[in-house]
């Protein structure tokens, strides 16, 4: 993209070149991952706390990020919350990749009737608006964390699964998969040890874009209450809990709004400041 | 047209014909998974056992699902939509209105985004690399990396909290005059544009710059032709079928913005109608919302698809 043209700093650290939006991104997305995991131990404040007797309190000494409109601490929550969008984010993300990429590889590499039946599901998944098939899913089941991260999981493996096969179909039609083929490989070999490598880091660049999506999504359900529940809250149930303070624009519904741009901004520019050898598709 | 196009056509017509059947049964039966039975959840805790199952005969609970689903389908195709569990109406009456205001919404949105999206994104791959390219660009993607809700909240805070231009909330009930229809749609009609817009933008501007990296562009530029000319006779008579096929992909956006924005500002739209449907777990109500936004949903990405075979001069 243009974006990396933008920053004309570049430096060179083991082969790459680095452009400044990458390394900046690069050390957000490293904060917010830090405050994910230590999140309990720096909390200044427990989250259920009313420590402010005032809702929607102001930026002061003590309470950073103001309050929220119960009058509880907004930095604690935002980290708590942190914990949730990221690691809800990242467990969905994981599952959709991994099962996407693989059903992909193996499609490409059986071919036939498994190939057909497979991308004839999945594309028909992918026409169900992903915001539709979450709210039809937590009518169905309700919103625990394990049924969240796997709707967001179902919900992005069509995608995971397409971009896979598209890439994998390329690289088998290659001689060296012939060869392979003829040595009598199993097809647990081919993936493994053929496909896989060719692909890997495209598929890298996609599964931090997927993250992105899925962020948002779970963002956007949790906006409408059909998200996480409470006590427990990620930035998006944090924004719909906060959103009475929207009139006198209180610090405490535009922080988790900042906080969830910040994160998927910078995977943004992270991936479309990737050195080209890594982001490059065909390898 | 060729046979050859209209075959890839009709080919394509048949799998969305296809891929709709399967989408309405898997809403179904998405639907039809709600732990508890739904019998005595409608009657409540002081049903006694025989209502219950009287009730679960009425409403073919007992049947096995995949007869209710045949049921259900034919029922769609007679215009029988159902009962609402909540309220007792048919679900078609509860919808009839609301689906009214959100095509409303959708509709002016689409006025609005297509024109500002095209003029844009086309714009912003002619002076490629430019300061206005990168403006243009880093906003768009910037509007595409937050959740429609921010987007919603920002436009909130600088219209109706700093410049107190515009209400906050909309409701579509108390419009008497032309500056009450402007101020009640405004708010839901700008967060979609960006929205909207964000999305349209990138993809013409690809679609643009593939067509001016061509050799037959470069032709055009060797051979002494004016920059506008280049790119209004030469590139963009070919790149108006990617474009087309932007337009419909961007607009199928709409259907997870308008969830949002409906419920964002209060709009009596069928969104907002199925979110709260959702909290009451009304099923027929969650069913024919749902099955409206999927066909609209590929009605929008098979329309895409289409123009993209029909715009493709090597097939003709």
């Known amino acids: 993209m243009t974006m990396a043209r933008a920053a004309t700093l570049r430096r060179s650290f083991l082969g790459y070149s680095y452009s400044l939006v990458g390394v900046v991104a690069a050390l957000v997305i490293l904060a917010w991952t830090l405050v994910a995991i230590l999140a309990p131990y720096v909390l200044p404040h427990s989250i259920g706390d009313i420590v402010d007797d005032d809702y929607f309190g102001p930026m002061r000494q003590g309470l950073w990020l103001g309050s929220d409109y119960l009058g509880r601490d907004m930095l604690s929550r935002v980290l708590m919350g942190a914990r949730y969008t990221v690691g809800i984010s990242l467990a969905a993300v994981s599952i959709a990749c991994f099962s996407g990429v693989m059903l992909g590889m193996i499609a490409a590499v059986t071919g036939g009737w498994l190939d057909t039946c497979l991308s004839r599901f999945l594309d028909a998944m992918n026409s169900i608006p992903s915001k539709l098939f979450g709210l039809v899913v937590v009518a169905a089941v309700g919103s625990s964390i394990p049924v969240l991260i796997l709707t967001l999981a179902v919900i992005y493996i069509p995608g995971a699964y397409r971009f896979a096969r598209a890439l994998a179909v390329n690289i088998n039609t290659m001689d060296f998969m012939t060869v392979a083929r003829v040595r009598g490989e199993s097809t647990f070999y081919l993936i493994g040890s053929e496909i896989l490598p060719n692909i890997i880091r495209p598929v890298l660049a996609d599964f931090g874009l997927r993250f992105v999506f899925i962020v948002l999504l779970l963002s956007g359900l949790s906006f409408l209450g059909l998200g996480l529940q409470p006590p427990l809250a990620d930035w998006g149930a944090l924004v719909r809990e906060n959103i009475g303070g929207l009139p006198f624009a209180a610090p405490a519904v535009i922080v988790p709004s900042l906080a969830i741009a910040s994160l998927t901004i910078s995977v943004n520019l992270l991936i479309d400041n990737l050195p080209q050898k890594i982001r490059d598709r065909d390898t | ?316």
Request: net charge positive; charged share 10%.
């Open chain 2, 1 to 316: 047209m060729t046979s050859r196009v209209l075959n890839l056509v009709l080919k394509r017509l048949g799998i969305a014909a296809v891929t709709l059947l399967i989408v309405l049964f898997a809403v179904f039966f998405a639907t039809s998974m709600l732990p508890g039975d739904t019998a005595s959840i409608l009657l409540g805790q002081a049903a006694t056992p025989e209502a219950v199952a009287g009730l679960r005969e009425a409403m073919h609970l007992n049947d096995p699902a995949i007869l209710r689903f045949l049921l259900w389908l034919v029922g769609l195709l007679h215009g029988d939509l159902g009962n609402s569990y909540a309220n007792e109406m048919p679900v078609a009456a509860l919808i009839g209105g609301r689906l009214v205001n959100t095509m409303k919404l959708a509709g002016i949105t689409t006025l609005l985004s297509v024109p500002l999206a095209l003029t844009l994104g086309i714009t912003a791959a002619m002076l490629r690399g430019s300061v206005y390219d990168r403006t243009v660009t880093i906003l768009s993607i910037g509007v595409i990396s937050v959740p429609e809700f921010m987007v919603a909240t920002l436009a909130v805070l600088l219209f109706a909290v700093y410049l107190k231009w515009l209400p906050a909330l909309s409701s579509v009930n108390e419009a008497h005059s032309m500056t009450d229809l402007v101020r009640i749609y405004a708010m839901p009609v700008i967060t979609l544009t960006f929205v909207i817009s964000a999305q349209m933008i990138r993809m013409t501007r690809a679609a643009v710059i593939e067509t001016l990296s061509t050799p037959y562009v470069e032709m055009a530029l060797l051979k002494g032709a004016s920059r506008s000319r280049m790119v209004l006779r030469h590139a963009l008579p070919n790149a108006l079928g990617p474009i087309v096929n932007a337009v419909a992909l961007s607009l199928s956006y709409l259907v997870g913005g308008v969830i949002i924005v409906e419920t964002i500002f209060n709009y009596p739209g069928i969104a907002k109608l199925m979110v709260d449907a959702v909290a009451t777990r009304d099923l027929p109500l969650i069913q024919s919302c749902a099955m409206i936004f999927c066909f609209g949903y590929l009605f929008l990405i098979t329309a895409a698809d289409i123009v993209a075979i029909m715009s493709n001069p090597r097939l003709r």
